[in-house]
């Protein structure tokens, strides 16, 4: 299987009043969970980022995390305390440029020796435009038909300067993007950064299967994985692509105890954390669109329908339709008899290993052979310790298992995927 680790924090998953917990701004952080992640022979480092720090109620998000430093700046800085780990950055193609990007990017793989990796968002935000100078925002369909040409730009910007040879003319004439000229940096030791697509919808699984390297999903219950999984594979092909050539890899979390009882215990009480009363009446805001402060965290939903045209929430995507969403709580709530703080506990946890660390290593290795994920990006609620134990604990009854790496074969994190270096294409004009 392949395993990466995610850094923590642009969400409900890090306990932030553990007092284990430290900061989401200091170098030294990042540096211990990417060296954990290195020691335990991940394949890859994952930062997460906004652009706009969340508003709700005309309030910075509680949740948000104010002052992280930009994700390419930060791996850059890894690449120089690591060796082998791969380094991949959140950054969105809305609102930036190929020509841009794609040189950062490259410059990242050359100073971390075929490390880097890319994963590709976009936004339909008119809040988070309000950033840049064109402002606005694009419909849902169009921002991933930016991307696509996006990705397809930088790679055309990539192979400009063949392996050994002298840079050609890029000339991209297209809907979104116009080129002429000479692209600044060599191609790299990947040829290409890896390509890490994070997206659930139709519009995300067809860019993935068109463009991406990876997939980043939510679906990882066994089920769900197993039907997500044969979906984006299958629609491989239609693109001349092969079953290996996109990994997909849920985020998940996982929690260890000595035994089965009391890791599900930790569990429980790490969800009580992570869902505090402030939270949880905040998540039903994002939903129901209206000042729900008054309403009892411990008591029953709301009665009222949701706003679906409410602007509480900023910079935050309200995923799905409201009302549909309002009366799929309702319904479990009701079944379960569950409070609000405990519907929003069940319907907000991602995939979650618990148990001892045998059971988890089992349960992992099953996932992957029951054709389910190619691999997972934990998720841990600690920053930056949170992945320690595991290493520490799990990755070696893996390897007993023969379910994961001894050792790293290669340099380049295309290399630790068993993804081929793409070949320069033909588009470039060459010439001195």
Known sequence: MHLAAHFPGVNNTTVWADPRSRSQIEFSSFEHLARTAERGLFDFFFLAEGLRLRE?????????????PESITVLNALAAVTERLGLAATVNATFNEPYELARRLASLDHLSGGRAAWNVVTSSDAFTGENFRRGGYLDRADRYTRAA?????????????????????????????????????????????????????????????????????????????????????RRLARYGR??????????????????????????????????SPQTAILALEQIWGVDLSGYDPDGPLPDIDPDP????????????????????????????GLSIRQTVIEVTGRQSFIGTPGAVAEEMAAFVRAGAADGFILVPHLTPGGL????????????????????YEGTTLREHLGLARPGAKSWARSGT
């Open 388 to 407: 320690d134990e595991f290493v520490d604990r799990v990755v070696p009854l893996l390897q007993e298992r023969g379910a994961f790496r001894t050792r």
């Open 309 to 336: 045209d409410s602007g509480i929430v900023q910079g935050r995507v309200r995923h799905g339709d409201p009302l549909a969403l309002a009366a799929k709580w309702r319904a479990l709530s009701e079944e379960k």
């Open 56 to 68: 709700h109620n005309g309030r910075i998000h509680d949740l948000d995390v104010v002052g992280r």
């Open 242 to 275: 092969a079953h290996q050539d996109l990994k997909i890899m849920p985020g998940v979390t996982f929690v260890l105890g000595g035994t089965a009882a009391e890791a599900r215990e930790k569990a429980a009480e790490i969800r009580r954390q992570q869902v």
């Open 149 to 233: 040409e996006f990705v397809a730009t930088a790679r055309e910007l990539w192979d400009s300067w063949p392996d050994g040879g002298a840079p050609g003319t890029v000339v991209h004439t297209g809907p979104q993007f116009r080129i002429s000229g000479r692209f600044a940096v060599p191609r790299g030791p990947q040829g290409h950064p890896v390509i890490i697509q994070a997206g659930d919808s139709d519009e995300g699984r067809e860019f993935a299967a068109s463009a991406a390297d990876i997939i980043f999903t939510r679906h990882g219950t066994p089920a769900a994985g197993r039907a997500f999984y044969a979906d984006v594979k």
